[in-house]
């Protein structure tokens, strides 16, 4: 299973900066973030985006909002389109 890890992050002339902490929820990265329209990025083996429900977690953090999270915290997506049937 792969760990997971979060950091505040912002951008200064350009450049991508962060906090140097390795917090173990979105809501704690939040917490960390001190410039305007900074964000929250998931570590995995590479930065990766938030998935829905972890975007759900740093909307509420961040602004008190977002509604319900979705129902499964990890759902299952769809790899792409398929044609119900051939048309000939």
Known sequence: MKQTYYFAAWTDSGCLLG?????????SAAACINMPGGYVAAVETSLRE???WEEAEFQ??????????PKDKNPVRQLGWLPIKRYT
């Open 60 to 69: 509420m953090a961040k602004y008190g909002i977002g509604g319900e999270p």
């Open 50 to 52: 938030l998935t829905e």
């Open 19 to 27: 906090c140097d902490h390795q917090h173990q929820t979105v809501t």
